[in-house]
């Protein structure tokens, strides 16, 4: 092998150095000796200015430089290469991250200096910096997330966070390298759950998935799992899941789940039965009454309908309160039924009405011992909080086919045939026949009807002023209700009100009453016209029952009205039923402001210890002593009776049914306070009443002289010819 001469050498020599992409630098004596361009551009210096410099300007502190020195050298000196990253002072102070590597040119003698290759590695360290921060970032999240995070390669848990373990109740680590079927119910489960996500997963696309999983200790847990497949070269599948405990969600999901179909099933029961008493209701009667007559029409028997009524039962209800009136309609309910064969049907209405569907019937009497039966099972005494109840019961009865061919014809004969039963002294039963009179009719008719008015508006107030007998000046006026009938025009109280107690609708028009009456005399007010006493009659049955309370304050607060102008008429009857409990509501009304008045005063049994003890304001001396006073020495003499013992008393008198001056003109001499009648004026329309108002105001104020000589005394309004009342 020959040798290039030296000059060529040394010419390859210059041309390593001047091009290596290292830096190179040789130091004798702990100077620089010689250096290529990179190794000056690494430290920010010209070779020229770099050479001749001491080792020591490439170190930030003499220690800095003793500390390369000391670890160097005994390598150096071994002829052995000196490796170290180590971070370096470039020319202009700043730091540079160098890799270096030295050697001795000779060994043997270190006069000959050495050799060192410098490589910048800051960019790499900074990456491995931020990699390291990264890392870090991403062991935080781990640790600290609220969801379970795992990683799996090809299966097998690769990483998984302390929050996953602690979903399944592994110790910390016990789980890498395990295959993830570990928490999978079973082989089988695991394998469904694969091939549920399997091909979305492979597909690159992010699962979301709801499973129920395996804690260590075999109980399951329902788990949200979110994962996605990494992107990844080579055969390595890395998956990352994202899980959820979502135990407590399924559980309310469950629980919601039980509650609405126990709705549902309770709901589709209610559909066909009472809430009550578990009978079936009106809707399944009537389908199997549909079955019954095809049945019957088949064997050419009968069928009966009865209509059944408890006699008193709202007294019942009214005195021992409606729990108890709930579980006697439970016991009554079974007591009927166990009359009935399995194949007739006992049905509620509600309230205390039943129907009961007797099949097969051979004959029309058939039913006969049926009802005898029924009667007899029901004064056997119920026993209620101790209480013991006998019972009696109103039966109508209507026979397919003989009077009628349909549900509908059926019941409402049954229910004609059941007010003739009431009619005749209830305890009793009854078949319909033909010829009943109209009065079940029109009493059916009525009821009907008055719930269409309720709904469509056709009840409506007039109002009849009430006058103070001394100074002659309206003070007030009687609320009274009018139905409006499409057909039969406008219908007095007196034929529709025991219509509506009985049913019970009086609640619902009492409270629009109240509404109504409250809501027109705000309106008065807020029209400018003098504060008047509107007065409501109460029934007794909306007293008893339902929430007055409720009604009263929410009508005054609706309209704004103040309290005190509102007043309450009671019947004394109403009084009689003594109870603490109406005490107690008497004095509720009493504390918002109300005023109380006792209506047809005189006709009751008077007793002046209630009058006291509710706290009356008012007494109305009722009408039919009032009419013939001036002829009936012994009405006058109850009258001016009543007048006394009121004053006696601190309360008020009205006079009802005032017609003549002439008896306006007595009761005053007897000292009673104020007056209504059709001397004065008939009971008229809101508006009637307000345009009598406003008239009687500016008349009034120029004549302003007593009752007698009333400017509306007289208002040629008592002719029998005219309609019910005034301004309609
Ligand atoms: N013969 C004669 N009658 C006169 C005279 N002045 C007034 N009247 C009539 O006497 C009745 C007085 O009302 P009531 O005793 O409270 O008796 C009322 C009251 O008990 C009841 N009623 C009226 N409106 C309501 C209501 O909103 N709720 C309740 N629960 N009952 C009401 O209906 C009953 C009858 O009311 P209406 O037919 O309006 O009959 C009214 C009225 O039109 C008169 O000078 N001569």
């Known amino acids: 092998m020959?040798?290039?001469?030296?000059?060529?050498?040394?010419?390859?020599?210059?041309?390593?150095?001047?091009?290596?992409?290292?830096?190179?630098?040789?130091?004798?004596?702990?100077?620089?000796?010689?250096?290529?361009?990179?190794?000056?551009?690494?430290?920010?210096?010209?070779?020229?200015?770099?050479?001749?410099?001491?080792?020591?300007?490439?170190?930030?502190?003499?220690?800095?430089?003793?500390?390369?020195?000391?670890?160097?050298?005994?390598?150096?000196?071994?002829?052995?290469?000196?490796?170290?990253?180590?971070?370096?002072?470039?020319?202009?102070?700043?730091?540079?991250?160098?890799?270096?590597?030295?050697?001795?040119?000779?060994?043997h003698d270190s006069a000959d200096?050495?050799?060192?290759?410098?490589?910048?590695?800051?960019?790499?360290?900074?990456?491995e910096q931020e990699l390291r921060l990264l890392l870090l970032h991403q062991q935080a999240i781990l640790d600290n997330a609220s969801v379970g995070i795992l990683f799996t390669c090809n299966g097998l848990i690769q990483h998984c966070n302390p929050r996953f373990e602690e979903l399944l109740g592994y110790e910390r680590g016990q789980l890498l390298g395990q295959s993830a079927q570990v928490f999978f119910k079973s082989a089988d489960d695991y394998q469904r759950f694969g091939a549920a996500i399997g091909d979305d997963l492979a597909a690159g696309q992010r699962i979301e998935i709801e499973w129920r999983n395996r804690r260590i200790d075999d109980s399951l847990v329902w788990m949200r799992i979110m994962a996605r497949a990494l992107p990844q070269a080579g055969d390595e599948k890395i998956t990352i899941w994202i899980t959820e405990d979502i135990e407590q969600r399924k559980a309310t999901e469950a629980q919601l789940a039980a509650a609405h179909a126990e709705l549902q099933q309770r709901a589709a029961y209610l559909t066909f039965h009472d809430a009550l008493t578990g009978l079936p209701n009106r809707q399944l009667l009537q389908e199997r009454f549909s079955l019954a007559i095809a049945h019957a029409d088949r064997e050419c028997?009968?069928?009966?309908?009865?209509?059944?009524?408890?006699?008193?039962?709202?007294?019942?209800?009214?005195?021992?309160?409606?729990?108890?009136?709930?579980?006697?309609?439970?016991?009554?309910?079974?007591?009927?039924?166990?009359?009935?064969?399995?194949?007739?049907?006992?049905?509620?209405q509600g309230g205390d009405e039943f129907i009961a569907l007797l099949t097969d019937l051979k004959d029309n009497q058939a039913a006969a011992p049926v009802l005898a039966k029924l009667m007899a099972n029901l004064e056997q005494p119920f026993v209620l909080d101790g209480h013991e109840l006998a019972l009696t019961c109103s039966i109508g009865v209507a026979l397919y086919p003989d009077d009628g061919r349909d549900f509908d014809t059926l019941l409402r004969k049954a229910d004609m045939a059941l007010y003739r039963a009431k009619d005749l002294g209830r305890n009793s039963h009854h078949y319909f026949n033909e010829d009943m009179g109209q009065q079940a009719?029109?009493?059916?008719?009525?009821?009907?009807?008055?719930?269409?008015?309720?709904?469509?508006?056709?009840?409506?107030?007039?109002?009849?002023?009430?006058?103070?007998?001394?100074?002659?000046?309206?003070?007030?006026?009687?609320?009274?209700?009018?139905?409006?009938?499409?057909?039969?025009?406008?219908?007095?109280?007196?034929?529709?009100?025991?219509?509506?107690?009985?049913?019970?609708?009086?609640?619902?028009?009492?409270?629009?009453?109240?509404?109504?009456?409250?809501?027109?005399?705000?309106?008065?007010?807020?029209?400018?016209?003098?504060?008047?006493?509107?007065?409501?009659?109460?029934?007794?049955?909306?007293?008893?029952?339902?929430?007055?309370?409720a009604t009263v304050q929410q009508a005054l607060a609706r309209s704004g009205l103040p309290a005190h102008l509102l007043e309450l008429e009671l019947t004394e009857s109403l009084l009689l039923h003594n109870t603490d409990a109406m005490l107690a509501l008497v004095r509720r009304l009493k504390l918002m402001g109300v005023k109380l008045s006792i209506d047809d005063f005189g006709t009751g049994y008077s007793s002046?210890?209630?009058?006291?003890?509710?706290?009356?304001?008012?007494?109305?001396?009722?009408?039919?002593?009032?009419?013939?006073?001036?002829?009936?020495?012994?009405?006058?003499?109850?009258?001016?009776?009543?007048?006394?013992?009121?004053?006696?008393l601190g309360l008020r008198t009205l006079a009802e049914g005032v017609e003549s001056a002439a008896v306006a003109e007595r009761i005053a001499q007897f000292g009673c306070d104020e007056a209504q009648g059709y001397h004065y004026a008939r009971p008229m329309t809101a508006p009637a009443f307000k345009e009598f108002l406003q008239r009687y105001a500016a008349t009034a104020g120029l004549k302003g002289n007593g009752f007698a000589r009333h400017p509306f005394s007289v208002t040629a309004t008592d002719s029998p010819k005219k309609p019910l009342d005034h301004g309609h």
């Open 2 to 107: 020959t040798h290039p001469p030296p000059s060529q050498l040394e010419l390859e020599y210059q041309a390593i150095l001047q091009n290596a992409g290292v830096g190179i630098l040789f130091t004798r004596n702990r100077r620089f000796e010689h250096c290529n361009p990179r190794a000056a551009e690494i430290f920010g210096w010209t070779p020229d200015a770099l050479v001749g410099q001491p080792g020591s300007v490439l170190y930030f502190s003499e220690a800095d430089y003793t500390d390369i020195g000391r670890r160097a050298s005994p390598l150096l000196a071994a002829g052995q290469l000196f490796e170290q990253e180590r971070l370096m002072r470039r020319r202009d102070g700043s730091a540079v991250f160098c890799q270096l590597r030295a050697k001795s040119i000779n060994p």
């Open 113 to 127: 200096g050495t050799i060192w290759i410098v490589e910048d590695i800051s960019e790499r360290k900074r990456a």
């Open 301 to 348: 028997q009968r069928v009966a309908l009865l209509y059944l009524d408890l006699d008193n039962f709202k007294h019942i209800n009214d005195t021992l309160g409606h729990a108890c009136g709930d579980a006697l309609l439970q016991q009554v309910a079974q007591q009927l039924q166990q009359c009935l064969r399995q194949t007739d049907t006992l049905s509620r």
């Open 441 to 549: 009719g029109e009493h059916l008719r009525l009821r009907a009807g008055l719930r269409r008015a309720l709904e469509h508006g056709e009840l409506l107030l007039h109002y009849q002023p009430q006058f103070d007998l001394r100074s002659g000046a309206l003070v007030g006026a009687e609320a009274l209700l009018r139905w409006q009938h499409p057909e039969q025009g406008l219908i007095a109280p007196a034929r529709f009100i025991p219509v509506a107690e009985e049913s019970g609708l009086i609640a619902p028009i009492g409270a629009w009453v109240l509404e109504e009456v409250c809501r027109q005399g705000r309106a008065w007010l807020d029209a400018g016209l003098p504060p008047l006493q509107l007065a409501v009659n109460l029934s007794a049955v909306q007293f008893k029952r339902g929430d007055l309370e």
């Open 608 to 648: 002046l210890s209630y009058l006291k003890r509710f706290e009356v304001d008012k007494l109305k001396i009722d009408q039919s002593f009032v009419r013939d006073l001036l002829t009936d020495p012994d009405d006058a003499a109850i009258v001016r009776a009543i007048v006394q013992m009121a004053a006696g």
